[in-house]
T-cell receptor, first 111, second 111 residues
Framework: DVKVTQSSRYLVKRTGEKVFLECVQDMDHENMFWYRQDPGLGLRLIYFSYDVKMKEKGDIPEGYSVSREKKERFSLILESASTNQTSMYLC??????????FGQGTRLTVV | KQEVTQIPAALSVPEGENLVLNCSFT??????LQWFRQDPGKGLTSLLL?????REQTSGRLNASLDKSSGRSTLYIAASQPGDSATYLC??????????FGAGTTVTVRA
């Protein structure tokens, strides 16, 4: 059974904290993605990576960075968390021409 | 930029009725189209992937069609059940690895 695993289901962080969201896939996929999902705005792409150490900005990269040191792991970093980054964060992976698979999501609340 | 639209935004049907969900996209130069299901507070579950060269794809009670030239896909769910209640999203992949998502159709199947 294919798996995309996000490190936390729920997180509560304080404003100004540095936050790490981790995602691991076991399908040897080249491509990995971070989205955020907000009511009324749908899924918006933050960053994606098409290879180890390679990354590209998505539609809303401001306030975020990413790291992909190994093929199976893609990390999303909130450099200084703010309340407007309270959201559901979804990680996905896909092969060159395969389905995309999503993790279970991380509900982040910044207080 | 690829724009993906799903109409209607919400749908309520009695159990046993067939469901018809629509997805339209503005740029017909797609690699594939994928349908997902999302339960409240959860990640996305892949339902069907249709490659750009295919006209339809079937899995159990689900059938998805693709008309690339007119920029449309339709997801049919036969003999709906209360367990089919969820939000259904379509996503198209264009030539830059990215997936562009529609806002989703929220389905309620009444027992």
């Amino acid at each position: 059974d294919v798996k995309v695993t996000q490190s936390s289901r729920y997180l509560v962080k304080r404003t100004g904290e540095k936050v790490f969201l981790e995602c691991v896939q076991d399908m040897d996929h080249e491509n990995m993605f971070w989205y955020r999902q907000d009511p009324g705005l749908g899924l918006r792409l933050i960053y994606f990576s098409y290879d180890v150490k390679m990354k590209e900005k998505g539609d809303i990269p401001e306030g975020y960075s990413v790291s992909r040191e190994k093929k199976e792991r893609f990390s999303l970093i909130l450099e200084s968390a703010s309340t407007n980054q309270t959201s559901m964060y979804l990680c996905a992976s896909k092969g060159a021409n395969t389905e995309a698979f999503f993790g279970q999501g991380t509900r982040l609340t910044v207080v | 930029k690829q724009e993906v639209t799903q109409i209607p935004a919400a749908l309520s049907v009695p159990e046993g009725e067939n469901l018809v969900l629509n997805c339209s996209f503005t740029d017909s130069a797609i690699y594939n189209l994928q349908w997902f299901r999302q339960d409240p507070g959860k990640g996305l579950t892949s339902l069907l992937l249709i490659q750009s060269s295919q006209r339809e794809q079937t899995s159990g009670r689900l059938n998805a069609s693709l008309d690339k030239s007119s920029g449309r896909s339709t997801l049919y769910i036969a003999a709906s059940q209360p367990g089919d209640s969820a939000t259904y999203l379509c996503a198209v992949r264009t030539n830059d690895y990215k997936l562009s998502f529609g806002a989703g159709t929220t389905v309620t199947v009444r027992a």
